[in-house]
């Protein structure tokens, strides 16, 4: 139960915390059983409910499970399980958005928009003093 990894905390914030790093960070996986309320309690040198206090913040925030005399685990999908932890299939050909990255094939070419602004620079340079607002998008605006 739970190998070297140590919870800590004196608060049930800092306790619940503690394991739903641990489960974040793929330490705790799921399915791995949790120590009994007082056997924590004791541990830490806390108030039993103060642990109860945790594993129930732990529980609502789909964490862990508990199944009374059985124990507290952590659950099958722990809603703070790391990603590469998931394994969720995917098909091909489809784009990770969560990079940030848009599909090159649907950016425009810029070459020729930069060649002409570095044409409109050097035509008209843009000098402190100048007006802050182009006044063409002033107006618009």
């Not at 703070?80 to 050909?93: F, H, K, M, S």
Request: net charge neutral.
């Amino acid at each position: 139960m739970l190998g070297e990894y140590r919870i800590s905390g004196r608060r049930a914030a800092e306790i619940s915390a503690s394991i739903e790093r641990a489960v974040g960070d793929g330490v705790l996986v799921p399915g791995e059983l949790l120590p009994p309320m007082r056997e924590l309690a004791e541990r830490l040198g806390v108030n039993p409910n103060t642990v109860a206090a945790a594993y129930r913040t732990l529980r609502e925030r789909g964490v862990i499970e508990t199944a009374g005399r059985r124990g507290s685990r952590v659950r099958s999908k722990p809603a703070t399980t790391a990603r590469e932890l998931i394994r969720v299939e995917v098909p091909p050909g489809v784009r990770n958005l969560s990079e940030g990255n848009p599909d090159p094939a649907l950016l425009p070419a810029l070459a020729g928009a930069f060649a002409a602004a570095a044409g409109e620079g050097d035509r008209e340079p843009v000098l402190y003093g100048h007006a802050p607002v182009e006044p063409e998008l002033a107006r618009l605006a």
